[in-house]
C-alpha cells in the first residue's frame, strides 16, 4: 500500500518548524501537519503572505495550532532573531522541515553577500539548523523516538557541483548550476549532520527528501525576474503536462519528517515516473551527495562564512 497523507501521525504535543510555510510544498506539509495535532510554527519571509495562509490553513482545520513569525533566510540577522524568539518562547523542536528555496534565478546576493540560491536554499538553513540545534537535541520527536531535520532537496542534486574555488559565482554564473549546487549542498549538510549525531550519540536524525516535480510558485520566479514572458509559459504548461500537485509534491517530505520506516541520513523522493511523481520511498542519492570529504569541506566553510558552530 502506497505511503499517503492519512499515515502520518498523531502529532500532539509536537513543536513543528517549516520553513517557506505560506505556499507551495511548505504551505501543504504546514496544513497536514496541522491536521494532525502538532503545533506548526509557520517561519515565512513575508508576514503578509503568511497571514493569508493562516487564514486558509484555519478555514479546513478550525483547530490549527499556527505560529507565524518573521524568518528571511537571505539574512543572518534575520535567522538569529528568529531563533532568538523560539528560544524565549519553546522548551522544545522535535521537527524542523527546512522547507523555503529560490530556484534558477538571475544571479543576485544575499543581505550578507553570499550568492542567493545557496544562501537561502544552503547557508541560510544551515545557520539556522545550528542556531536551533539545541531546542531540537531536547525534543522527543514526531515519534519519541528522536528530533528530526529535514533537507528539502532536489533530484538535480544529481548534475551539481560544489564549487570552492568560485561558490558564490563571483567569476562565471549560471543559474541552473548555482541551484544544483544548492541542492546538493543541502544532501552534504543533510548527512553529514547525521554522521555528527550519531558521533555525539544523539537521538535526533538528519534526513533529506526531494518533492519531484511539484506545482508550485518556485518555477515562476526565475522567468519573472528574467522577464521572459516565453519561459513563463513554458513553465505553466510543464506544471499542467508533468507536474503532481503540491500536495503530492509534500508527501516525500511528510514521510521523511514522521513515517518509522525513514532512518538518519536517508533520502526520500517520489517512486513513480522517472522519480517525478507517485507517492514517496527511500532512495538512492547521487554518489557525490555521499561524499564525506567534501562534505565535511563544505560544513567548515559553512561555519566559517555564517559564524554559525554546532555544539555537538
Known sequence: MPWTSTDVPDLTGSTVVVTGANSGL???ATRMLAENDADVVMACRSVERGERAVDEITKSVEDASLDLR???LASLASIESFADGLHRDYDAVDLLLN???VMAVPRQ????GFELQLGVNHLGHFALTGRLLDLVLAADGPRGDGARVVAVSSGAHRRGEIDFDDLHGREEYSKWGAYCQSKLANLLHAFELQRRLDAAGEDAVGVAAHPGYAATDLQRRGPEQEGSTLKLLGMKLLNKVVAQTAERGALPLLYAATSEDVEGGE??????WRRMRGYPEVQRPSERARDEEKAERLWRVSEEVTGVEYEL
Open 109 to 112: 546576493t544575499t543581505e550578507d
Open 70 to 72: 518573521e524568518l528571511d
Open 99 to 101: 522547507n523555503a528555496g
Open 267 to 272: 533520502y526520500v523522493g517520489p517512486g513513480g
Open 26 to 28: 511548505g504551505f501543504e
